[in-house]
């Protein structure tokens, strides 16, 4: 029996991958819109749904989506861009929604045109309205670099581009808009039935709202409280009020405000202030930050939960199982409408300081809480905290007094640019703080080591050593002796990334004799640990580098660290490998690897695959060797060419291609590597995860039977990181 190869018909294909949410509620009506989208995308590489807030846009766009996704080789992705406020990071998040993290300097948008030009996907772009100039311009290069993507937008507006085939959403049909109702209604708490006389009530009310989906939802959350009759009532006053008394052709716009604010009218005071307050929120939010950020006097903390709850029974506000339990967010309609009330109020600055606030304390207990053993939960935090974070960033920067808040905001999250693969953002949040001016000399040197971080670790070299260089004269004009050991740790890391070991191993050891006399211990003072020793290793001293990252390992179990961990263990496993110990060697870089895909490091884990394909090929397996090569490649696209170049680390590269290229001959490597850089980020890990079994199983045939291709399927039931398809 043979390993199917790259042109098998019998090999396995894993599904196209499926970057949309989960639906909370069930799809309701809209048939003749979906089959109008799907004809569409098939004529058009540039589909846009238009049409006001609140008329079903995005659900539609997703369920178009979702049912045509095996069309796409590739899967589908959803790029959510209605939070951003900074056009400059759409390049970013279409980056993200891809799957895409990238190391380097280069602009995220060289770097999107560049991974999207062979992919065969559909992108689902959502809320550009506010960003309509960036985001037209940058859809018209990808549709034209890329030609094997399609683009499903949907915002209030046409991009007005070329080929662009632009689907007018409206109201639903009077018998999609009753069956919308009756179906969220029934799903309230109280499980609302139908009595006699009520469809007829429920056929006026859907009228009366003009069939608008988020109008009859949130009608829907007031039943069983209001009757169907209190309903109408209501509706037929607000309408009264806000139209004079024309009640038969309400402009879409105009129904759906009225709804909106007639919800809000139905509220008590203390909903409607919540409400009001819930809008200086971006993305989902968790109770507990509702709970500091709205409360006050007027609406202790304690009352904050029931106050939600009714809001959630009103539909005005959504939750939904999040990483860390539940979450809770807005429609982008109804949380501008909420902003308008919290204006009129005059308290939107308190209220944007307080939430500023909340998430420089979220920032800073998850830089505490990332050297120990919730570094995933960390992780996962940062990531459901993103669009709130950035709004926090932003308040800093629109107040010149608070700026040097931004800067010690920006460097707290240090461990979320490198440590969890956001290195691009991380440099633009970077670059943007450190350009004003501050009096505050403790904020900016932080801001300054780590951007000397980001840098080296996207290879700007220069940028690396002028920021590193300002933070260490000024910290020891300031007797910072904990910014200025930061400083020359970075430099050390600098050097050994350059090949100058005995200098890299001098700033080391100085800036870990800084830190102990500061007291200092956390994952970055563990990582210097690692890197000494890595400095060590590539001056032939084995033995007293793997006694330094045997007492990282030692600390690392003690406090539950993983990600500083998993660099020990690549030292380890390049230890065993120069002693021969081949399964200790791909033991310890099993578990560095799963580490490393965890928090999407792509620098360890791409260092991790290399040499895991040099104990391969040490094992007696070039073919897989070879494939592990391959699925490196793409990988180090995303990382840079600092390491790259650097001689001692590419020597295990080098060492297993010379060796594989040998015992398979040119032709066959060639075919093994092009296979393992056709492999996405997840399956190449999940490939790399099981090569023991591939190996035993390779050792059996080779005893019964001819060579055989490379099996390049893809090993089901293993963990997936959160890379996504980051490098394929």
Avoid at 76 to 92: G, N
Avoid at 202 to 230: I, K, N, T
Avoid at 627 to 648: I, K
């Amino acid at each position: 029996m043979r390993y199917p190869g790259p042109g098998d018909p019998h090999r396995t294909s894993p599904p196209a991958p499926c970057g949309l949410p989960a639906e909370l509620n069930g799809f309701v009506g809209r048939a003749g819109e979906l089959a109008a989208a799907a004809r569409a995308l098939e004529a058009s590489r540039l589909v846009t749904l238009a049409g006001p807030g609140g008329i079903g846009k995005t659900r539609l766009a997703l369920r178009a989506a979702a049912t045509l996704k095996n069309r796409y080789a590739d899967g589908v992705r959803l790029a959510e861009l209605s939070l951003l406020t900074d056009p400059e990071l759409v390049a970013h998040t279409l980056l993200a929604a891809i799957g895409v993290t990238d190391h380097t300097g280069r602009p995220a948008r060289t770097v999107l045109l560049e991974r999207l030009a062979p992919a065969r996907m559909l992108l689902v772009v959502d809320g550009f309205e506010h960003l309509v100039d960036v985001c037209a311009g940058l859809l018209h290069d990808v549709l034209r670099g890329a030609p094997g993507v399609t683009v499903l937008a949907a915002g209030r507006r046409p991009l007005r581009l070329d080929g662009e085939t632009v689907l007018p959403l409206g109201p639903m049909s009077e018998e999609d808009a009753e069956l919308l109702f009756t179906v969220r209604a029934a799903g309230t708490a109280g499980a609302w039935q139908p009595a006699e006389g009520d469809p007829a009530r429920v056929r006026e009310l859907c009228r009366r709202l003009d069939g608008v989906p988020l109008a009859l939802e949130l009608a829907a959350g007031r039943l069983p409280a209001l009757s169907l009759e209190q309903l109408l009532e209501r509706t037929d006053d607000r309408f009264g009020l806000l139209t004079g008394g024309a009640r038969g052709a309400l402009p879409r716009h105009r129904t759906l405000r009225t709804t909106v604010g007639w919800s809000h009218e139905l509220c008590t005071p203390a909903e409607r202030l919540l409400w009001a307050r819930l809008s200086v929120f971006a993305g989902s939010f968790d109770l507990e930050a509702v709970e500091y950020v709205c409360s006050g006097p007027d609406l202790p903390s304690e009352a904050v939960l029931d106050v939600l709850g009714e809001l959630i029974a009103q539909s005005v506000v959504t939750r939904a199982e999040g990483t860390g339990g539940a979450r809770y967010r807005m429609l982008d309609t109804v949380r501008a409408y909420g902003a308008e009330w919290l204006a009129s109020l005059g308290d939107a600055e308190r209220l944007r300081s307080r939430h500023r606030d909340w998430y420089m304390g979220l920032a800073a207990w998850c830089e505490l809480e990332w050297f120990g053993p919730r570094q995933s939960d960390v992780a996962a935090c940062a990531d459901d905290a993103l669009p709130n974070l950035r709004a926090a960033v932003e308040v800093c920067l629109e107040r010149p007094d608070e700026a040097h808040l931004g800067q010690h905001l920006v460097g707290t999250l240090w461990f979320y640019w490198a440590g969890c693969g956001r290195l691009s953002e991380g440099r633009h949040w970077l670059d943007r703080v450190l350009a004003e001016d501050t009096r505050y000399e403790d904020a900016r040197l932080k801001a300054l080591w780590v951007l000397g971080y980001v840098a080296v670790l996207q290879g700007d070299d220069a940028a690396a050593a002028a920021a590193l260089h300002e933070c260490g004269e000024a910290a020891e004009a300031a007797g910072n002796v904990v910014a200025g050991a930061y400083a020359t740790h970075r430099k050390g890391c600098l050097a050994l990334l350059s090949d100058e070991m005995p200098r890299a191993e001098r700033l080391l050891r100085r800036a870990l004799a800084d830190y102990d006399r500061a007291g200092e211990l956390n994952s970055n003072v563990l990582m210097g640990r690692v890197e000494l020793a890595m400095a060590m290793v590539f001056q032939d001293r084995l033995e007293a580098a793997v006694a330094v990252c045997e007492e990282v390992r030692e600390i690392c179990g003690t406090f539950g660290e993983q990600w500083a961990g998993a660099y020990a263990l690549y030292v380890l496993a390049y230890a065993a490998w120069t002693a021969g110990e081949h399964a200790r060697a791909r033991a310890l870089l099993v578990e560095c690897i799963t580490v490393d895909h965890r928090f999407n490091d792509l620098v360890g884990l791409v260092l991790a695959i290399e040499l895991l394909a040099l104990v391969t090929a040490s094992e007696g397996d070039p073919a897989e060797a070879a494939v592990l090569q391959g699925a490196a490649a793409p990988v180090w696209d995303s990382v840079g060419v600092t390491v790259f170049g650097s001689a001692h680390f590419g020597a295990p590269r080098e060492l297993c291609a010379r060796r594989a290229r040998e015992q398979l001959g040119a032709r066959r490597y060639e075919e093994c590597v092009r296979a393992g850089r056709a492999l996405p980020l997840d399956a190449a890990v999940r490939r790399a995860l099981t090569a023991p079994e591939r190996v035993r199983v390779f050792r059996a045939r080779q005893r019964t039977g001819p060579p055989a291709a490379p099996d390049t399927r893809e090993p089901a039931g293993l963990p997936t990181g959160n890379g996504g398809e980051a490098a394929g």
